[in-house]
């Protein structure tokens, strides 16, 4: 059944006709009051602005209450509208959106706290679409979520930074569109969720580096219009081009990012001035607290086990490969340099020392932020996972990772968590070297430079005397071996004894 389309008398004038169930309403003057007027009509809690526009841009019905609800308005409105967002008509009558298989999913911060969603590491959700195209969806395809302007104010980014406009996760359809009256946790107070949606599963959380618009460099067959310059609607095609494009600049990782430091090397902060050329006038001061930011890049100096140069003595330690670090004891979660840490522009370099009175310190890493909590100081968990980096100590393959519950406890406790301490393994190995304690193997006898100080470490105590509190004793607690040796040492549970292995390798 065709509906009526009222006719606009003169330039300004913007009719809307609103039907319900195939039924005429009522005409107005002009969208806004007809929306006004239809909240009250149906009794919706929020005007209903984008449905009506949708309705009479693209023809989308809202169904409401179990009624379906259309609008119209004058075809030359109508073709002006869609000229002024940049859609491009033929004849005057025809849409030239065709579906691509891809999708650019649109998403006002404003209204969903999108940076929230990806912090809590969900991999499964969904996301409005927009329903005229409700039937070019299918499961498989692939899309990205694109974030506009982040006009959000202080209240609503409590202490978070404000969004960039980029692409913050690349998604896969996962089902089905459906229609959906439900609203997440993630939505701000206000700002209504009912309409189509699709299930999506998120393949890239690109939180903490987005491709930015303004860095996006796309040639003539990759230009995507609605993606670059934006669009009012929940999705729309997304050229092909464009996302093989943005799928290069995620997945290819910066294979030729070559990092001045060395896993498991010591620098002196003159040693990274020099190597950095860093200006005489801005040498110490700052690079003295603790941390600091150069070239977009962050520096922190972390004392482990011992009190730090202002006398401060934060539990900063490894827990297995990561490290538990504290920030200054005045900085909060809404400290701009803590903010920075959580969301990096640049690398995050992490130096240790044992000892405050040595002004080396060793390279850990490029870290990023694991887990945090927002005290005074700042508790912040860092992981160490860098494809540019190798870790010597992080040998994530040496054995199962066998765990226990200890009596009384609560704390899961892994015996990696205690052979992969990067500090606990460098003083094991410099009290004991790098010969394996069971067959004797030496990396570096046998493979030169490329062996060197490579070995496993085996903790000797019994897990079931571990407790929550236990601190590993590299001299006590650990010996070197190799490899094949450590795996046979756990191939029983508990794991054998040195001297037991020796007696089956050896026959004694």
């Keep these: 059944m065709t509906l009526r389309q009222p006719v606009a008398v003169n330039k300004l004038e ?34 209903p602005y984008k449905q009506v526009e949708r309705g009479i841009l693209f023809g989308e019905t809202w169904l409401h209450r179990g009624s379906m609800y259309a609008f119209t308005t004058d075809e030359n409105v109508r073709l002006a509208k869609l000229e002024e967002l940049g859609i491009e008509t033929e004849n005057k009558s025809e849409s030239k959106v065709e579906p691509t298989g891809f999708w650019t999913f649109f998403c006002n911060p404003k209204k969903w706290a999108i940076d929230d969603f990806l912090a809590s590491n969900k991999v499964e959700d969904t996301f409005s679409i927009t329903s005229w195209q409700k039937d070019w969806f299918s499961e498989g395809q692939l899309g990205v979520i694109r974030v506009g302007h982040d006009s959000r104010n202080k209240e609503e ?101 070559t990092y001045p430091y060395k896993v498991g090397s010591e620098y002196s902060r003159k ?48 827990i297995g490969d990561e490290l538990q670090w504290f920030s200054k004891g005045n900085h909060s979660l809404s400290t701009p340099s803590i903010q920075a840490m959580l969301n990096p522009k640049g690398n995050i370099f992490i130096f240790t020392r044992e000892d405050s009175s040595n002004t080396n310190f060793v390279y850990q890493g490029n870290g990023r932020v694991k887990e945090y909590e927002d005290t005074k100081p700042v508790k912040i968990i860092w992981e160490f996972n860098d494809e540019n980096e190798e870790y010597p100590n992080k040998i994530t393959e040496e054995v199962d990772n066998s765990k226990v519950y200890t009596e009384g406890a609560t704390k899961q406790v892994s015996v990696n968590v205690y052979e992969r301490n990067p500090v606990a393994r460098r003083k094991c190995i410099e009290h004991y070297g790098s010969s394996c304690e069971v067959c004797d193997f030496n990396f570096e006898r046998t493979y030169g430079d490329l062996g060197k100080d490579f070995i496993h470490v085996h903790h000797l105590k019994e897990l079931h005397t571990i407790s929550e509190e236990y601190e590993v004793n590299p001299i006590t607690d650990l010996r070197p071996v190799c490899p094949n040796c450590h795996a046979m040492l756990h191939k029983r549970k508990p794991a054998y004894s040195i001297y037991e292995l020796k007696g089956i390798l050896y026959g004694n």
Excluded: C
């Design 14 to 47: 913007k009719p809307v006709i609103i039907f319900k169930d195939g039924t005429e309403l009522k005409e107005f003057p002009s969208i806004q009051t007809a929306s006004k007027w239809l909240k009250k009509y149906s009794g919706y809690d929020y005007i």
């Design 271 to 318: 040693d990274i001035y020099k190597i950095l050329n860093v200006p005489e006038n801005k040498q110490d001061g700052i690079w003295n607290t603790g941390y600091t930011t150069y070239n977009n890049d962050i520096y922190i100096f972390a004392s482990i086990n011992s009190s730090g140069r202002t006398g401060h003595d934060y539990d900063n330690k490894f």
């Design 157 to 257: 980014l409590n202490s978070k930074p404000r969004l960039k406009r980029g692409i913050y996760a690349v998604v896969e359809v996962n089902g089905d569109p459906f229609y959906s009256t439900e609203k997440d946790g993630f939505y701000y107070e206000g700002f209504e969720n009912e309409g189509y949606r699709v299930p999506v599963r998120y393949i890239r959380n690109l939180l903490n580096r987005p491709i930015l618009l303004e860095d996006l460099n796309l040639e003539d067959h990759e230009y995507d219009k609605y993606l670059v310059e934006g669009f009012q609607a929940s999705s729309m095609p997304l050229n092909p081009q464009t996302l093989l494009k943005i799928s290069t600049m995620v997945d290819t990782p910066e294979t030729t990012t």
